[in-house]
């Protein structure tokens, strides 16, 4: 699976958009980028993925450049409770097959009041 | 209802000691897998199981020995305890889908299992 590089850090004042950036330069046609996070103290969860299209759900939208060699996941209104490490992963995307997640250092965000 | 449940939340243990971890999952899923998060917060793959057969062993100690009596179930016994066993481990199920972004798969992970070893 290609690696990925994000910020260590990043602060977001409470009801900004949170965006946060990754790069995955050495991406593969068929890898998907997914996205992660981990509030202190729990499992880690599951936010989006995404292709090469950009996608939105409940909790986030996540916009891939056309080159696919970056993404941002953005939290439109981000609150107290989004306060987490954010993960993210490119790997294959399939079915068959059993490719676990390989986690980086993530991006470390703090929503301020 | 807890769809990833771990137990128990805490254990602590004194080193050379046998000890295991449990882990159920109600949303049947075939695949399940253990994670292992050391004091510098790196998340790692350990074990990875389909249909209650391994299919991931990444590398780790012959002391730490999955079981998965069914398919809702991975548990991880751990022999002969040392202090750098001292881990949050984190059991996780999977689910694959088609979206419109093709075939995929998501993790669900459980709330972890602090293991501090004395």
């Known amino acids: 699976d290609a690696k990925t590089t994000q910020p260590p850090s990043m602060d977001c004042a409470e009801g900004r958009a949170a965006n946060l950036p990754c790069n995955h330069s050495?991406?593969?046609?068929?890898?998907?980028v997914y996205w992660y996070r981990q509030i202190h103290s729990q499992g880690p969860q599951y936010i989006i993925h995404?292709?090469?299209n950009n996608e939105t759900n409940e909790m986030a939208s996540l916009i891939i450049t056309e080159d696919r060699k970056s993404s941002t996941l953005i939290l439109p209104h981000a609150t107290l409770r989004d306060t987490a490490v954010y993960y993210c992963?490119?790997?294959?995307?399939?079915?068959?097959?059993?490719?676990?997640?390989?986690f980086g250092k993530g991006t470390r965000l703090s929503v301020i009041a | 209802d807890t769809a990833v449940s771990q137990t128990p939340k805490y254990l602590v243990t004194q080193m050379g000691n046998d000890k295991s971890i449990k882990c159920e999952q109600n949303?049947?899923?075939?695949?399940m897998y253990w994670y292992k998060q050391d004091s510098k917060k790196f998340l790692k793959i350990m074990f990875s199981?389909?249909?209650?057969?391994?299919?991931i062993n990444e590398t780790v100690p012959n002391r730490f020995s999955p079981k998965s009596p069914d398919k809702a179930h991975l548990n991880l016994h751990i022999n002969s305890l040392e202090l750098g066993d001292s881990a949050v481990y984190f059991c996780?199920?999977?689910?694959?889908?088609?979206?419109?972004?093709?075939?995929?798969?998501?993790?669900?992970f459980g709330p972890g299992t602090r293991l501090t070893v004395l």
């Open positions: 050495t991406i593969s046609g068929n890898e998907y």
């Open positions: 996780a199920s999977r689910s694959t889908w088609t979206s419109g972004s093709g075939n995929t798969d998501t993790q669900y």
């Open positions: 995404g292709l090469k």
């Open positions: 949303l049947g899923h075939d695949t």
């Open positions: 992963i490119v790997r294959v995307g399939r079915i068959s097959g059993n490719t676990p997640l390989v």
């Open positions: 199981y389909n249909n209650k057969e391994l299919i």
